[in-house]
């Protein structure tokens, strides 16, 4: 109810207007409809009611607005008894549904704040894995050089023994060739 107080204060004064004016409960009802209407204040629905088209809260706080104005149904003692503990009974609602709503505005809070830390945290997480990328790259291309040069390597000692080997035969042949002494 967007202005609890300023309705009660509405309602006071245009009962105490119409005092004797109003003839049945239709009328009432018709009355304090136009009041909810100027406060903006509105009765909820549940979705699924709602999706069917239905209004069942408001026909519930139609149909107990007019059992309270009927004359018929009990004496104005019994009528004035049956309304102060239906009142409570809203008021307790009231407070009932203030109190869920209250929780709900909490876990909507920490929900919001749940979801600021992932995004951050996700955020963070992203830069670190594309730093992460950046270094197996790197790792990655020192890794291919290395082996490059691992083969290189391997290439020349693989055709260094052929090499020792005609470089031992030239030098036997320049030995005999000069008149070597210490050769076998």
């Known amino acids: 109810m967007p202005d609890e107080k ?4 509405d309602a006071e004064q245009f009962f105490t207007a119409k005092k004797g ?8 009802l018709a009355e304090i409809k136009t009041m909810m209407t100027r406060q903006r204040v509105v009765i ?15 026909a519930t706080f139609d149909r ?4 309270l104005l009927d004359p018929c149904a009990i004496g104005f003692l019994g009528e004035h008894h049956e309304s102060v503990r239906r009142l409570r009974d809203i008021v307790k609602r009231i407070d009932d549904q203030e109190e869920r709503l209250q929780e709900v505005l909490a876990q909507e809070v920490e929900l919001k704040r749940q ?3 992932r995004v951050t945290l996700e955020k963070d997480l992203r830069t670190q894995l594309l730093a992460a990328r950046a270094e197996t790259r790197r790792l990655a ?13 391997q290439v020349e000692l693989a055709e260094s023994d052929v090499r ?3 470089m031992e035969q030239r030098i036997r042949e320049l030995e ?9």
Do not use: C, S
């Open 176 to 184: 005999r060739f000069k008149g070597g002494k210490n050769t076998p």
């Open 115 to 117: 979801y600021e830390v």
């Open 21 to 28: 004016q109003i003839k049945d409960g239709p009328q009432v």
């Open 64 to 67: 107990e607005v007019l059992r």
């Open 141 to 153: 291309d020192d890794l291919a050089l290395l082996q490059q040069q691992l083969f290189a390597a």
């Open 44 to 58: 909820p629905e549940d979705k699924a009611d709602v999706a069917l088209g239905l209004k069942v809260n408001e």
């Open 6 to 9: 300023g309705f009660a204060k």
């Open 164 to 166: 020792n080997q005609r």
